[in-house]
């Protein structure tokens, strides 16, 4: 399972990068977390609950930021078990380019995510995952942009998204 | 009266208690007392497990206990063992890795069972099952069976993941044909993987009782025996008399519940160890991920043909998939289920087959609905029909050109099989009339005219049924003898009880069995009464499957009923004061040859029991007669089946427009009831052909574990089947019948491929031909043809 997505958002590169490295705003975005607590330099545990198709399942999981390019790259890489629902694995990479929009600076983000799942949500899922994974990113970023921009700003984000 | 109910459709006996929602399935069962069992599974298809801990499952509300592999390790059980030894090439036996009941240190497929959660509901177990923390570390998976003996070893003691490396046939010979060959057609494909679906899944009850030390397993099974005896001998749960095994009216089962399970034998397992009753019915998606699946084999061959289209030789490589494990029957089903059947109905003088079986980490393979025998039919019907068109002659004109003439049996086949009797010219013609096959053009064009693509497919089929010759069964590697048992047990008052050791789920024995015997003794169907499924209640019995039931089952009853007969004579004599010579059975009345004095049934069977003055030296009271009938030979249904399609070319939707199939079962005891068994087959079959296909992906998640992703065929699928019969009796069985359970699965999806590649002017698809293949294939024709 692949995605790609891009965002311009209004706000300068450095802004951007330091929100993708603060806990509290990764924390903040993800859709049903828990729990998060910081366990070492970029790496943090976490407890999500989400629902893929017919299963709800809270994973108990972790996240590291990985192959860190200030201010301009990092991966994030993050696996969960969901009990008997099963396992989820994945990873997003995020870059940065620093843009001009309507005069400012501004910063175009690009992500991709991959995901493997296994278990009960695969088995149920099959044609579900896909969705669920591109719900569960559009969220994340979502609410990063909304917590990353003002009201009068928030109109200029800009989102393109690309499924192969 | 005797043939008074031979091939009457006479109306089910058992229907009324299943459509009024009277039948007795193990879920309905109630005892008082009953605990429940949730399985915790592997989410992997591979993986080590490194520590169970199951602190807090058990702390959950409602648990009783929770048993994990390591348990099964602890209490010394035995693995399930697979029943039929195969030898390699090179007289090397089959490599067969340890399958435990529950896993302890490493899991092989997904889904496969690792611990069980005893509870006092069914919602508490399932929600401990889920605090049931299993620390599993992942390995690689090996999937695709094309390539798995290329990949990682699986199993220490088996290298390269090859079970064996099997052959059959004279290989010089064959090459010697392709030598000499005209023309040679050649064909790849894969015979899709499929997951059988009984609607009823897979059910236990397991009661302890600690007065007697006896088991009781209530269970959904297609022959209790066979579950007695494995998990008595090989696994060791109980010595065998100490094991109860009882199959109540089972919803369906296609070969899915022949085999032997680690959830049925863990919960035998923990109601003894535990004391206590237990019941576990599996959810949908436990029967997708360990329900034994059917087919996956990837196959190419060799057909040589001369000028004139007579068969020269045939050569055919096949890489099968055992799954993780090797299943109860596994190792047959691709070798002697499978290779022996590549004959087909023709003469092909020479014919050479290596089958290499490997293991990969998905569920294990055995049989499903026809079992073998639909891959050879598939391969041999398909490349028949590629060389007709190859060869520009008319595909029934150049089986008729090959096929073994109805004056030519007893036949000996270059692969093992000697048949005994048909006529394939008889079902050809027939089916052919039927199909109005000399018309078919113009049905092509008015298709063509409403812009669709007509094809016509053939597919003369034959398999070997009533399993099996039991001599012929051990020499070829079978661990049990094949025969069938029955009982008939003729109460005071003239009533009849037969006791049979084959096993109905669907297939309406306790209609046909009842026909049958009530038909040789003369009584009202209403007076027998057919029991079966309880290794309390009967001997022993081998169960159902390959399509054995009547050939093998019923001629237990019919050599059976006969000894009543006798017996029923010898008691007349005395009553009349005569010479037992003297004592003719005009069925249902016993009379003297030489005068008019008579006994009626009845009044034998009371005769019996109320024996006043018996000379109890000659003649004991009595009348209740048992029978071990071992068939002499396999029995060979055949027919053919013709299909007609229609594709959409802008969607790729294929709909089957007309189905005709022929059979010759042998002597047929209720029309209706084979009729509803071809009806059932061809379902499967079409289903198999259009639709169904079980996928794992590369790391061995399956991902058509529901329905939403595995397609069934419903009633929409399919036309108004057109069926008929032609009929040459079995030679070597009292009955006559030859067995019509799996023929419709056989027959029909080179039918429906056949006619498929035919509306697509030659291009193949591999099974199931979706919409998606198929449009695909409609634009390469265009292409094709535009250049």
Known sequence: MELEQQLVIPRAVDAVWLALNDPNMLQGSLPGCQRFEQVGDNAFDMTVSAKIGPVRATFNGSIALQNLNPPFSYEIAGEGKGGVAGFAKGGAKVSLNAITEAGLPATLLTYSVTATVGGKIAQLGGRLIQGAARKMAQDFFTQFVRRLCDDETLDLVIETIKEP | MSGSLIGKRVLRKE??????????????????????????????????????????????????????????????????????????????????????????????????????????????????????????????????????????????????????????????????????????????????????????????????????????????????????????????????????????????????????????????????????????????????LTDAHGRDHVSEAQLALSAEGEFLALKVKTIANMGAYLSTFASAVPTYLYGTLLAGQYRTPAIYVEVDSVFTNTAPVDAYRGAGRPEATYLVERIVEKAAAEMGLDPAELRRRNFIGRDQFPYQTPVALEYDTGDYEASLSKALEMADYDTFATRQAEAASRGKLRGIGLSCYIEACGLAPSQVAGALGAGVGLWESGEVRVNPTGSVTVLTGSHSHGQGHETTFAQLVADRLGLPIEDVEVVHGDTGKLDFGLGTYGSRSLAVGGSALSVAADKVVEKGRKIAAHLLRTDVDNIDFDAPVFKMLDSNESKTFQEIAFAAYVNHDYPSDELEPGLAEKAFYDPLNFTYPAGTHICEVEIDPDTGVVEVVQFVAVDDFGTIINPMIVEGQVHGGLAQGIGQALLEQAVYDDTGQLITGSYMDYCMPRADNFPDFKVGMTCTPCTHNPVGAKGCGEAGAIGSPPAVMNAITHALGGIEVDMPATSEKVWRAVQTMRTLKTA
């Open chain 2, 15 to 288: 229907d009324h208690r299943f459509v009024s929602g009277k039948g007795r399935y193990t879920d309905d069962i109630q005892l008082v007392g009953v605990t429940y069992a949730a399985f915790v599974r592997s989410p992997y298809a591979r993986a080590d497990i490194k520590s169970f801990d199951v602190s807090e499952a058990l702390a959950a509300p409602g648990v009783i206990a929770v048993l994990t592999g390591e348990e099964v390790v602890k209490d010394g059980l035995g693995g399930l063992p697979c029943g039929w030894m195969i030898h390699s090439k090179d007289g090397s036996e089959m490599r067969q890795p340890h399958h435990p009941v529950l896993a302890a240190d490493r899991v092989n497929y997904l889904g496969e069972p690792v611990a069980l959660v005893i509870a006092e509901t069914q919602l508490e177990a399932k929600n401990a099952a889920e605090m049931v923390m299993v620390d599993f570390e992942p390995l690689t998976a090996v999937v695709n069976p094309a390539t798995a003996s290329q990949a990682e070893t699986l199993y220490e003691a088996v290298p390269n993941n090859v079970c064996y490396e099997w052959e059959l046939g004279d290989e010089a010979a064959t090459d010697a044909g392709l030598a000499a060959a005209a023309h040679i057609t050649t064909l790849q494909l894969t015979n899709n993987r499929l997951i059988p679906n009984a609607i009823e899944p897979r059910a236990a009850l397991a009661e302890y009782n600690s007065g007697t030390d006896e088991i009781i397993l209530h269970t959904t099974s297609q022959n209790p025996h066979l579950v007695r005896l494995i998990m008595t001998a090989f696994v060791q749960i109980a010595p065998e008399h100490k094991l109860r095994v009882i199959a109540p009216d089972v919803g369906g089962g296609f070969g899915s519940k022949i085999f032997i399970y680690s959830e049925e034998t863990a919960l035998a397992w923990a109601a003894k160890k535990l004391g206590l009753t237990i019941k576990w019915t599996a959810e949908r998606s436990e029967s997708f």
